[in-house]
């Protein structure tokens, strides 16, 4: 970068070392947004500042450290990993590799639920937790919900529970253990899972910024339903009578899911639309 270290040269510079990079190729626009808020993020300063004053001077290592900054994201890695947080539902979270970057198509999830289990109270569960994000959300909007969240992952659990701490939401319990495993005996108004279901050998893992993300959040393997499955197999047992499972899957796994829930005896199957259209979560409600 030159030596003229005012925001609105940086930032160009930013942008121009992003577009030619072909790790981070994508449209303008989502380029420019990445080198604001890298940029924002390297100045300790609000992205309004950056537009209002594109003519203000910055410092000489904190250029540096956004040219560094830039590097990694041009190198493919994940824009919530290099400035360690991502916005999910109304809530601002840790991040880092050991979790899956939270995707807003997850939070049709959490818009599902609530609209699902109107009443005051409720025991929720969240198979398979990461971040948080979804159990959070949830406890978030439901301060009377008794939320836990399970994860097979030590690492992931650590930074879900430090959200939880930073958040102010300690009445969410966080379990070790895969998918049902630490719930025996245990009933649930709700259960919902973001799942692997990404087969091992489809193209999309060769993604760069995937390729940075768990591969154990992202595939069961070679069969991408796998996990799906052994969830919606075991569900029953653990939820309420007229208790929901709520789970997200591939754009193409709709009729496939929604299949095994009417196979293990659930009723009102349904499949629901993200923002881009694609059937991303479907329900179903114990019989």
Avoid at 83 to 89: A, E, S, T, V
Avoid at 119 to 128: I, K, P
Avoid at 224 to 239: E, N, Q
Wanted: net charge negative; hydrophobic share 45%.
């Amino acid at each position: 970068m030159t030596a003229n270290l005012s925001f609105g040269t940086l930032l160009s510079q930013g942008v121009l070392r992003l577009r030619v990079s072909a790790m981070a190729e994508g449209p303008a626009p989502t380029l420019s947004l990445d080198a604001e808020l890298l940029l924002a993020h390297a100045f300790g300063t609000s992205r309004a500042r950056l537009r209002s004053h594109p003519e203000e001077m910055g410092d000489a290592a904190k250029a540096k450290r956004y040219a560094q900054l830039i590097e990694r994201r041009a190198a493919g890695e994940p824009l919530a990993y290099i400035i360690g947080r991502k916005d999910f539902w109304s809530l601002r979270l840790a991040v880092s590799p050991a979790v899956l970057v939270p995707r807003p198509e997850t939070e049709l999830l959490v818009e599902r639920a609530l609209a699902l289990r109107v009443e005051e109270f409720g025991q929720v569960v969240d198979l398979g937790t990461g971040s948080g994000a979804i159990a959070l959300a949830l406890a978030s909007e439901r301060a009377e919900w008794q939320v836990t969240a399970t994860d097979v992952s030590d690492e992931a659990l650590e930074i879900a529970s430090a959200n939880a701490e930073a958040l102010d939401l300690r009445q969410v319990r966080f379990l070790q253990g895969s998918w049902f495993e630490p719930l025996a005996g245990r009933t649930f108004d709700l259960i919902l899972s973001n799942p692997p279901y990404i087969a091992l050998t489809d193209p999309a893992l060769k993604d760069p910024a995937l390729q940075r993300e768990p591969q154990i959040a992202l595939t069961p393997g070679a069969d991408a339903m796998g996990c799906l499955r052994d969830i919606i197999l075991s569900a029953p047992d653990y939820l309420e009578r007229d208790g929901w499972l709520l789970l997200e899957h591939g754009a193409d796994q709709a009729e496939e899911v929604a299949r095994a829930l009417v196979a293990r005896g659930l009723r009102h199957v349904r499949s629901h639309r993200d923002l881009a259209g694609h059937e991303r979560m479907t329900e179903a409600q114990r019989a």
